[in-house]
């Protein structure tokens, strides 16, 4: 069978010859004698292998010295507890901005464990715009502020960041890390489940300022600690180590293409054939206010359920998958993340173009 469009939002679709070059290399790697699923994560060949993706996220993402990289388990959703545990003990409180629903669950986390200022919220328009921020909201007492930076089900992102002035900026990049620049410094912590833009479910990145680490609220659990994993370079536990090659394999791709400046430029163009196309059409709209587009999560309507419907049948049947819409928003979503090539867009919109004229 050929391979289709796959538009999934996570896990989604990853690039091929990162792929196939986990194919070939499944029963034997290098010189090792076995796979990677089979080697100790202790052994020789297995810290080439994890030293090595850290070492190309610090280059491809220019992470400065006085930052940890950490390859985690538990995805996202545990960071939403992992974050405050070890960041909120300071001054018992956090500062968050609510811009969905991946935002909503990080901040009811939190609240478990301080005090959360919701600074803003998107909340009375479903979600479709990142809201202003007014800078008399900020408590400059907090002990971080939270942003997620791309809202994956709706499809906003910000492009200007909250100035938190020495208030650390802590961001769920989930679906947006390595599809553009972003400077780490002006970040105390970022993190991102790994199987929306840098490999398979399994792994999170954690990339943390060291002055942030050993703050850790008492009653923490080991496995929940910062500084246990930093102090053991990812490796306290068994850490993840299948899906961390795989990581490996889609940095070694992007660098291959010219880093995330030129994944960018590509997102931008493959981004713009898209809205351009919703922009112009009179049965197909975009949902999101335009300023705040995201570039990786593209979420369309036809103001017609029965429409939107049929739209998701046929596009299946031709080899387009996964455009069914979050069922908080409805109609369609395409993620176009940095492993959908550009033809896959363009040959959405053919289709899209087509369905519109026939119907
Ligand atoms: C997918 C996603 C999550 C949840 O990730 P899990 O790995 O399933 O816990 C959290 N935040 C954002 C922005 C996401 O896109």
């Known amino acids: 069978m050929q391979r289709v469009y796959n538009f999934s939002a996570g896990p989604s679709v990853l690039p091929e010859p990162a792929l196939t070059k986990a194919a070939e290399e499944m029963l034997c790697c290098g010189d090792s004698g076995m796979g990677v699923m089979e080697m100790s994560h202790r052994s020789k060949a297995y810290e080439a292998i994890i030293q090595g993706a850290e070492a190309l996220l610090r280059e491809l993402m220019d992470i400065p010295d006085n930052y940890k990289v950490l390859f985690l388990q538990g995805g996202a959703s545990s960071q939403f507890a992992m974050v405050p545990l070890n960041l909120m003990g300071r001054t018992g409180k956090a500062d968050f901005v609510v811009t969905g629903q991946w935002a909503k669950k990080a901040a009811q986390e939190a609240a478990r464990y301080g005090v959360v200022n919701t600074v803003a919220s998107s909340a009375d328009a479903v979600f479709n715009y990142i809201p202003a921020l007014d800078k008399s909201a900020f408590d400059p007492d907090a002990s971080y502020f939270h942003i997620t930076s791309n809202n994956t089900i709706y499809g906003t992102r910000y492009t200007e960041l909250p100035d938190t002035?020495?208030?650390?900026?802590?961001?769920?990049?989930?679906?947006?890390?390595?599809?553009?620049?972003?400077?780490?410094?002006?970040?105390?912590?970022?993190?991102?489940?790994?199987?929306?833009?840098?490999?398979?479910?399994?792994?999170?990145?954690?990339?943390?300022?060291?002055?942030?680490?050993?703050?850790?609220?008492?009653?923490?659990?080991?496995?929940?600690?910062?500084?246990?994993?930093?102090?053991?370079?990812?490796?306290?536990?068994?850490?993840?180590?299948?899906?961390?090659?795989?990581?490996?394999?889609?940095?070694?791709?992007?660098?291959?293409?010219?880093?995330?400046?030129?994944?960018?430029?590509?997102?931008?163009?493959?981004?713009?054939?898209?809205?351009?196309?919703?922009?112009?059409?009179?049965?197909?709209?975009?949902?999101?206010?335009?300023?705040?587009?995201?570039?990786m999560n593209i979420p369309f309507v036809t103001g017609d359920d029965a429409l939107n419907d049929k739209f998701i049948k046929e596009a299946k049947a031709n080899g387009f998958e996964n455009l069914k819409g979050h069922r908080s928003v409805g109609g369609m979503r395409a993620s176009i993340y940095n492993a959908m090539p550009k033809a896959g867009v363009a040959a959405l919109v053919e289709f899209m173009k087509e369905f519109e004229r026939v119907n």
Request: proline share 5%.
């Open 165 to 295: 002035g020495n208030v650390p900026l802590v961001s769920d990049m989930s679906s947006l890390i390595l599809s553009e620049t972003a400077e780490v410094s002006k970040y105390g912590l970022i993190y991102a489940g790994a199987q929306k833009n840098m490999g398979p479910a399994g792994v999170t990145v954690v990339i943390v300022r060291e002055d942030l680490l050993g703050h850790a609220m008492e009653h923490t659990p080991t496995m929940f600690k910062y500084d246990i994993h930093a102090a053991n370079a990812s490796m306290y536990n068994t850490p993840p180590t299948y899906a961390i090659y795989i990581v490996k394999l889609v940095l070694e791709w992007v660098k291959e293409l010219g880093g995330v400046p030129a994944m960018q430029a590509l997102n931008e163009e493959k981004a713009k054939l898209l809205y351009d196309f919703l922009d112009g059409s009179s049965m197909f709209k975009g949902t999101v206010v335009k300023k705040d587009r995201s570039l």
